[in-house]
């Protein structure tokens, strides 16, 4: 073989590498998050979505604060109908207005719309400190887990599965979670896991990640730096590249959440900033 022909095979088997590396995070494996109350614009369920489709984005997680509850439904189902896939909702457990059994009616209310439009994708469950307050470990866990049986049965019900959202304290050490779910073998039970509540993390990751493969769904990034701020662009802090690659060389095959979580910019610019930023590390 002729050396200018070998050089162009070389360079074709490198580009296609190149090329095959770089769908890993293609944006078939990207969802928005954080993007209902963190956004300037206050965007209506319709110019929300049709603005994620002119970003080619067609998968979300929706969060909410009270005001959004009233056009959930509506949210849901213009979602549906325009072809952008739901991938969860979001659910806060506080301990001064939640029990086993007895819900506050905003999250009453989530279930309300689930059932009525028929949903069937995850629902994120998190927990205020205040529900494990001066708990030990073991008295934590079994608290939790008998409030997560109770909310996947009624998940169950609806078609829908629970994941366990890291979002601080007790609750938001993995090791934490993965107790709980260990407790619950017959419940069908995964992990999200959040880049922007694991700055203290960042040392532990690598053998946290062993940990957490076998249970991880879902994966939100943001820009780390220990020192913070708690939410920073892709691409600005020091750790998030390394951490991105760590998990897809562990063989993690989920996808990942872009946050708008910036309450005073428009989201559009903060998730096209996220987008640009992941971009630009080259992940491979």
């Not at 928005?32 to 979505?49: F, K, N």
């Not at 969060?63 to 896939?85: F, I, N, P, Y």
């Not at 304290?169 to 107790?179: H, S, T």
């Amino acid at each position: 073989m002729k050396g200018p022909t070998l050089l162009l095979l070389v360079l074709l088997v490198v580009f296609y590498k190149n090329e095959v590396m770089a769908q890993d995070i293609g944006m078939d494996n990207i969802y928005a998050w954080c993007i209902v109350p963190y956004d300037s614009l206050e965007r209506s369920p319709q110019a929300r979505i049709a603005m994620l489709k002119k970003m080619g984005i067609t998968k979300y997680a929706y969060d909410w604060r009270q005001e959004h509850l009233s056009q959930m439904a509506k949210e849901l189902q213009w979602a549906k109908k325009q072809g952008v896939t739901v991938i969860s909702v979001w659910m806060w457990i506080d301990g001064h207005g939640d029990a086993l059994g007895n819900l506050s009616d905003s999250n009453e209310k989530v279930f309300e719309v689930v059932e009525e439009v028929g949903y069937t994708g995850q629902i994120w469950v998190s927990f205020a400190a205040n529900f494990f307050e001066d708990l030990s470990d073991t008295a934590a866990v079994a608290k939790g887990a008998e409030m997560i049986a109770f909310l996947s049965k009624r998940a169950a019900a609806l078609g829908c599965k629970i994941g366990l959202y890291n979002h601080g304290d007790w609750f938001g050490e993995p090791k934490n979670q993965i107790q709980i779910i260990k407790a619950l073998p017959n419940e069908d039970l995964g992990l999200v896991y959040n880049f922007h509540h694991a700055h203290h993390q960042i040392d532990a990751f690598p053998e946290m990640v062993d940990t957490m493969l076998p249970y991880l769904w879902y994966v939100n990034l943001s820009g780390l730096r220990k020192e913070g701020p708690k939410i920073l662009t892709i691409g600005e802090g020091n750790y998030e590249k390394e951490m991105i690659q760590l998990l897809l060389e562990k063989g993690y095959t989920g996808d990942f959440g872009i946050l708008g979580h910036v309450a005073e910019k428009d989201v559009e610019r903060v998730l096209k900033a996220n987008l640009n930023g992941l971009r630009k590390m080259h992940i491979k």
